[in-house]
Structure formats: C-alpha cells, structure tokens
C-alpha cells in the first residue's frame, strides 16, 4: 500500500517523474544538452560566437576525425556524441587572435586524434578537449587564448549553468568529483589567500568563471579519462586542486613557466594529473580474461 | 593625353615602404612630458589602472597663420596643459600660459584628459574644449593669442569623467554642437570617494559607467543639453568617439568605441533625434579604446577601425576593420585579420597616406601600464576576469597592482596597405621604435610640405614627434576647407578625390583616435597621378561642391559656396 501511494505521489510530481526519464537517458546525451545550453545561453545572450564559421570548423572536424578513426581503429563509425561535445567545448573555449579558424581545426583534430593514440590498454588518458586546448596554449601562445569570452559577468547566467550542471552531473553519477574539486579549490586557494596575504576573494573568484564551469561539468568529470571507483575520484579531484594550487603558487611568485600555466592553471592540473591517475588505475586493472 | 601610371611607381611593401618616419621631439623644441593623476587612497591598490589615461594632443592653428600648432593635456595637480605654437622653420614655441590653457590641472575642477578645438561662434578663429576627470572647460579664443574661460556662461560647467568629444553640427545650423563621451559615473569625484564600487560591472557588457552627454550650441556662446531628447546618453563606459555621415543620408552620424562593451553606432535622424543602429557592431563585444576613420580600401566610404586589447595567451579581442557598409547592406564588415588584429594593447590610431602612394597607411599606439618589467598584472586580472561583476565593481577589490606593469614596453604600429595581401607593420622599418605607452595620435602636415607627420602623447612620458619623410617622387595634396554656412571650422565636411582609378574619401574631424584630434587640412597623396580629376565636397550644411583639376603638389584653399 505504501508502495502504491509513493508510486503515485512520484508519478504526480512532475519533477520526480523528469528525475526518473532523465535516469534512463545515456548520460552522455544529458552532458551533450548541458553543454548545447551553455552554448545557446553564450550566444543568445552575449554573441559569444562572433560568426558561426568557428562553430561548423570545430563540430566539423571533430565529427569527421572521430568518424574516420574509429572506422578505421574498430571497422565501424562509433556515435558521435563524445565528438559533438569535443566541438562545443573547443568553439566556446578557444579565442584566437585575428579570428583565425585554423586553431579550431587543429585543437579539434587533437582532441579527437589524442583518444585513438594517446592509449594505454585499449582507454585513452587525456580529456580530449583538454589535451588539445593545453596542447594548443603550449604551442602557440601567440595565436590562441581561453579567456577572451566571460558570459557578461553575469550572476543569473551562471546560475542556470550551476543548476542545471549539478542535476545533470548528480543524474551521470559524477557530482561527487565537482563538488569535491570546487570544495577543495575553495579551501586550497583561500588557504593559500590567508598564507600570503592577499586578499581573499580575488583568489577564489576564478571558480565562477565560464572557464571553469565548462572545467568542472565537463573535463574533470569525463566518464572515460576518470578512475574507477568513487574514493579514487575522490582523491583524484583532490590532487587536481593541489596541483592547480602549486601553479597558482609559482604564479603569485613569478616563478618562470610557459604562460599557458599561468593562464589556465585549472587545465594544466588535469593534464599533468589526470593522465597519470588514470595510468596507475589502467596499470592496476586486472586484465581481461576470456 | 590622360596619363595615369597607377598608385605608386612601386608598390609600398615591408622592404620598401616608401616614407621614413624619423624622432625630431627634441629638435622641434617640444619638450612635454605627461604626468599620471594621483585619486583617493581608498583605491591606492589599482590607482595605476584607474590613472592610465589623460596623454592627449590635438592639432589647431589657434593663430590662423595656417602652420599647424599643438596642444598637449597633462593629468596631475600642478602639472600645466601645452600650447606650441608653430614657428614655421620646424621649431615650437610653448605659449599655454600666455594664452590662459597652462593651469588647467587644479583640485576642485580636476585634470585634464584632452581637448578639441572648433570655430563655435564662427568668428575665424578655433576655440577649445578641455574635457577632464572634474569640470568641462570651454574657452573662447579671443585674438588669436589669448583665451577666455566661458564654461560657465556657456551652460557647461559639468563634472563628466570624460576620456573623449568631439565637435558635431548634428542639426546643420552652422553651429558646432557638442558631444561628450563619459567613463566613471559623473557623480564620482575620484579624489573624495564616497564608495569603492566605482569600476565596470562587466568585462563585456557594462553598462554602469558614465553618461555621455550632448550639447546643443544655441549660439551666442551657449550651450544646451539635449542627451535625453536626442537619445544619446549610451552610459557604455565610452572611451572615443567619432563622426561621419556614415550611410549617406546627409546628416552626421555618431560612432563610439566602448571599452567592457560592443561598439555603438547612434544614426542620425535628420538632426531630429539619433537611432541607436544595428550595424552588425552588437554581435562582439570588445574593449575599444579608439576609433579612426578612413577610406582603407579607396572604396569612396569612410570605413572606422577600433582599437582593442590583445596579450599572448590570455586574451585576443583583436582590433576591427569595420569595412563601411551602410549605404548598401545597413552594416559594417569586421574585415580585421593577420598583424592587423593584434598590434597588442592598442590605444589611439589614425589613417593617413604616410607614403603618398594614395593608400592609407594606419599608425597604431600600443601599451597600457610600462612599469617593472619582470612583473606582470595580467596573472591577477585573469582571476577576477571571469568573476561576478558585483565583486569587480568594487575597485577595493581587486589585486593590488604594486609596481606591476600590464602590457607595458609595446611598440606602436605602422601598417601599411598592400590590397589584397593585407596589411603588414612597417615600424622599425620606418624608424618607429619607441616603447612609450602611447595613447593619443594626432596627424598634421606640420610643415606644409606635403607629409603626414604623427604626434603622439604618450601615457605618463614625454610626447615623440615623428616626422614623414615620404617617397619625393609621389604627388599629394591637401585642402583646407572654411565654412560659411556650415560651421568655419568645416567640422565634418567630407571630401572626395577622384584621380585616375584613385577614389578616396576623408573627413574634418572634431576629435578622432583617442582623445585627439588632426590637422583639420585634408591630405591626399596621389602616387604618380600627376592630377586630379576631381573633387566633391560635402559641407555639413549639406551643399554639394565640385571642384575640377585642382593644383596638386600643394594645399587648396576652398571656402563654402553660399549655395
């Protein structure tokens, strides 16, 4: 009986009956949508594009890398949903100088390329997107930046990403590793305020950025580059935060690195720990027996 | 026989540009040197951010003797403005405080940001606006040596925390009309803050800062205000302004570069009122910081090019290009890539034919904060950049800047136009080498001998003047213009030279770049065209005047027909 009312009670409210669709959805697809929002609220509301000509380079490369390589790597063309968030993370995060399409097409080719080649036991290391926009500031500093676009700066705009990015990371089972990133980003970076003075709301500040929306919604918590296992994710997302700490800490003292350091710190954190992470738990993996 | 052999005996390129730009400051006996403000200690942590700007110069011949003259503004307390006048044999004479426009820096009215100079009551000779962090003031240019103080009398006794203005006849009636352009709220007096939430609440779409303000002039030296009723009160944190009849309708339109916003575009409705346009300049919002008009590509139009920020890695707003459009698709065309996006923090620029090939070259002036070289502000600004604009607001703050600099020790810029291979930077070819943190940028033929010469203010250190020595063997030439029906100054008067396939179309401005203002003598070089067709100018009071076969190699002297 009391089975039958809670049944009904879910099934009236239209919210829990959302929770239980979406439960059912690919959670790629919850991500793919995530990040269409953020997309359209960039343009609809600050012509985050510019033109659209960046946006067909991007999605269009990655989808045809992504098309070509696996039909090549498994004999089939695999979906390419992973491709369109690869795009649409690229487009929203690149700015290069002079408008210039060619960092799209690169940044989309390595993101893509990194998963077929960059491997170890059949799993790729790297967030695509990630490998290929720090691969990008690495390299060409002089043509290519991620900070050119803020979404107005505006509260509200950040506040629909947050909302709708927590429920979608809480549905794909991942909003463990965003809030324990954000908690010890917090708590690393106020600390390190404290430690040197420096005022306190400047150092935390960055975290309500776009970059970092994008970061902890769809890098940091990318179901094939993570580790298995809640408390490893954990411990992963805490490391990041050490590790983006450590470069914010060379920053604050000057100490000599390539700029893209300095620029994205966040990124650099997931590339240099990520990987490694995801190493030692591949290494650990018992190897499949027939 | 017609003879045309084409734009130049050679085309301009990097190796052979075709002019030499050489430093003759000193030689010329100008000695100016900006001074940075000081403001309120309560925003001592980023007061070189907030005191970065009031370098100017505007060009004038206050004495009507035609040679152009100087005037430069500087920003601190006790720190004199300076007038130079032209003597004729290459050398200036400093004569601010002779003529009444030295003593302009004082506490209570504020410093001074820049000038514009105009006829406003047609007398024959140019008057001048002082635009200030503080109070308007307006001077009334009595005998051509001396100046009287009329901002009150005039009705323009305003605190506006200007950057910028320009002289405009927007209603046609012969008299100049004011526009101001505001960056801090005009309730701010950074010297007694009440409140720390003085800065920008967006890095892209603020919409809190000062409120630019139009005058209309009623004549007999007064001024009304008309923002509201003509609806151009855009409070975009303006750092320049610019004016041209931009879609050919006859009326003189209002271009503005806005720094932490898009650019703005007010059409004017035949003096009725201006129309905020949707000229495809919402869809980027940038950081402009000038804008300079110009024909870049002889297409007859007068196209605008806007300063904005670009630093390696962490940022490429990129300078537009924005091709004029308006007579044909109602827009403008961002046509910007290569060098000429990105000649880094970008201040003021202008067009000018620095060659005489009858193509505009574009000297660009970059660099924003010059200070310890090993330190760099863009790491702090990059972590409040993203922030909620509420936290921002508060200058209190942010990062305190210490000794910092921020996109300091940047070489100007000096592209030529190679047509379809695009634009390349010439400067250290052409001598152009300093490292000062440029701002504004003013050209006049100082010597009437057929050069554009570049004065730049620079940013809290001394003013260069560089001299043009373009190629002999290209013709040029120039006209002054003087109003009767329309304004004396001919203040927004558009001249169109035709020669051979040479279309090129320029302007008198009433303040231009950034907080600067040209010669108001037109320049045009000619290449090998050993004539010119003919000439059309537009008058502000909308009289069409064409002249045929002027003498080149010199300057033309046309006055307004009286229909």
């Known amino acids: ?290 | 026989m017609r003879l045309d052999r084409g734009a130049s005996r050679a085309a301009a390129d990097a190796a052979h540009p075709g002019f030499a730009m050489r430093d003759e400051t000193a030689a010329a006996g100008i000695n100016f040197v900006h001074h940075r403000p000081t403001f309120d200690s309560k925003i001592a942590g980023i007061e070189p951010h907030v005191a970065a700007l009031g370098a100017s110069v505007s060009v004038t011949d206050f004495n009507g003797d035609g040679k152009p003259d100087l005037y430069f503004t500087n920003s601190a307390f006790g720190q004199a403005n300076a007038l130079y006048r032209n003597k004729g044999d290459g050398t200036f004479e400093e004569v601010a405080a002779s003529a009444g426009l030295a003593d302009l820096n004082k506490p209570g009215d504020g410093v001074s940001m820049g000038a514009i100079w105009g006829d406003i009551d047609n007398d024959g000779r140019e008057d001048v606006l002082v635009y200030r962090y503080g109070y308007l003031a307006l001077f009334r240019n009595i005998d051509g040596h001396h100046f009287e103080d009329i901002t009150e009398k005039a009705g323009l006794r305003r605190w506006v925390n200007s950057n910028g203005a320009i002289w405009i006849d927007y209603d046609r009636d012969g008299l100049l009309d004011l526009y101001v352009t505001a960056y801090f709220r005009s309730d701010i007096d950074l010297w007694h803050l009440k409140t720390t939430m003085i800065m920008h609440n967006s890095f892209e779409f603020a919409t809190n800062g000062g409120k630019n303000l139009l005058f209309h002039n009623l004549g007999g030296g007064k001024f009304e205000d008309v923002t509201d009723k003509m609806g151009v009160g855009s409070t975009r944190w303006t750092l320049a302004a610019a004016s041209a009849d931009f879609n050919g309708d006859g009326w003189p339109d209002i271009y503005l570069a806005n720094d932490y916003g898009p650019e703005e575009l007010y059409l004017n409705d035949h003096g009725k009122r201006f129309v905020l346009s949707t000229a495809g300049l919402e869809s980027e919002s940038k950081s402009g910081m000038a804008v300079a008009l110009g024909d870049a590509f002889n297409s007859g139009r007068l196209d605008a090019f806007v300063t904005n920020i670009s630093e390696r890695g962490y940022l490429f707003q990129n300078n537009n290009l924005r091709v004029n459009e308006m007579s044909t698709k109602g827009r403008f065309r961002n046509v910007a890539e290569g060098a000429i996006a990105d000649a880094g923090w970008a201040w003021g620029a202008q067009f000018g034919d620095l060659n005489n090939d009858g193509a505009n070259e574009l000297f660009v002036a970059n660099g924003f904060i010059s200070a310890d070289r090993k330190k760099s502000y863009w790491y702090a600004m990059s972590k409040i950049a993203g922030a909620n604009g509420r936290l921002f607001e508060d200058a209190a703050t942010w990062p305190a800047f210490g000794n910092a600099s921020l996109s300091g020790y940047e070489p100007s810029r000096v592209y030529i136009n190679r047509g379809v291979a695009g634009w390349v930077d010439v400067a250290k070819n052409v001598g152009v080498t300093d490292l000062y943190d440029g701002r504004a940028v003013a050209l006049a033929d100082l010597s009437n001998r057929g050069a554009v010469d570049v004065i730049v203010a620079n940013q809290n250190q001394p003013a260069i003047v560089y001299r043009d020595y373009p190629d002999s063997a290209n013709h040029w030439i120039e006209f002054k213009l003087i109003g009767t029906r329309s304004n004396r100054s001919a203040i927004g008067a558009e001249v169109l030279l035709e020669a051979g396939i040479l279309n090129q179309r320029r302007v008198v401005d009433g303040g231009s770049g950034f907080a600067s203002q040209n010669d108001r003598r037109l320049h045009f070089g000619l290449g090998s065209r050993e004539w010119v067709d003919r000439v059309t100018i537009f008058w502000p009071s909308g009289i069409r005047q064409v002249v045929t076969r002027p003498a080149i190699d010199g300057i033309v002297t046309i006055t307004e027909p009286e229909r």
């Open chain 1, 1 to 290: 009986m009391s089975d039958v009312t809670a049944t009904t009670a879910s099934d009236r409210n239209p919210l829990a009956r959302a929770w239980q669709r979406a439960s059912k959805i690919d959670p790629r697809y919850l991500i793919a949508f995530l990040i269409t929002l953020v997309l359209v609220a960039a343009q609809v509301r600050y012509h985050m594009l510019g033109s659209y000509d960046r946006l067909v380079v991007a999605l269009g490369v990655c989808m045809a890398t992504e098309a070509l390589l696996s039909w090549f790597d498994r004999g089939r063309v695999v979906n390419l949903l992973s491709a369109y968030i690869s795009g649409i993370s690229l487009t929203l995060l690149i700015k290069p100088q002079g408008g210039a399409l060619w960092p799209f097409a690169l940044g989309g080719f390595l993101a893509i390329s990194s998963k077929y080649v960059l491997r170890y036991r059949e799993n790729h290391l790297w967030n695509p997107t990630n490998f290929a926009i720090a691969a990008l500031l690495l390299a060409a500093p002089d043509r290519v930046s991620v900070l050119s676009h803020q979404f107005g700066n505006d509260l509200t705009t950040n506040l629909v990403i947050w909302t709708f990015g927590l429920i979608i990371a809480a549905r794909v089972g991942v909003i463990h590793i965003t809030l324990t990133y954000v908690a010890g980003f917090l708590l690393l970076n106020g600390a390190r305020a404290l430690a040197f003075g420096q005022p306190l709301l400047p150092e935390i500040a960055p975290i309500t950025g776009p970059m970092y929306q994008l970061f902890i919604f769809f890098m940091i918590t990318d179901p094939r580059t993570v580790v298995r296992g809640r408390r490893k994710q954990i411990i992963v997302a805490v490391l990041i935060a050490v590790m983006e700490t450590l470069i914010r800490f060379a920053s604050d003292k000057g100490w000599p690195m390539p700029t893209a350091f300095n620029v994205a710190p966040a990124f650099f954190a997931l590339a240099t720990v990520g990987p490694v992470a995801k190493w030692i738990d591949l290494r650990r993996k018992r190897p499949t027996t027939n």
